[in-house]
């Protein structure tokens, strides 16, 4: 069974950091690339970052570059995002994709809101 677990969400204040976590399970983790997605209050679901399985190709939203980090442990099956120096426009629900040939593969989401 395909398994996708975020956590790390939370309210944080603006200029504050969160780092959340992906736990990966029933697929073969250290093939798949992985994304982070948000979607943020009545908006559309937009991509955040991604990583190739080897963990040295990432590439960022412009919106994120230079406050978030993405990174991977293929021996812990675990996908990270570090959020920096956050905005209240961060304020979103972030989603864990994993994708492995035609396989794309969701977590449930975890809650970052960003405010005072």
């Known amino acids: 069974q395909v398994q996708l677990v975020e956590s790390g969400g939370g309210l944080v204040q603006p200029g504050g950091s969160l780092r959340l976590s992906c736990a990966a399970s029933?697929?073969?983790?250290?093939?798949?690339?992985m994304r982070w997605y948000r979607q943020p209050p009545g908006k559309e679901r937009e991509l955040v970052a991604t990583?190739?399985?080897?963990?040295?190709?990432?590439n960022y939203a412009d919106f994120v570059k230079g406050r978030f980090t993405i990174s991977r442990d293929n021996n812990k099956n675990m996908v990270y995002l570090q959020m920096n120096n956050q905005r209240p426009e961060d304020t979103a629900v972030y989603y864990c994709?994993?994708?492995?040939?035609?396989?794309?593969?969701w977590g449930q989401g975890t809650q970052v809101t960003v405010s005072t």
């Open positions: 029933g697929f073969t983790f250290r093939y798949s690339a």
């Open positions: 994709n994993g994708v492995l040939s035609q396989y794309d593969y």
């Open positions: 990583i190739d399985n080897g963990g040295s190709i990432r």
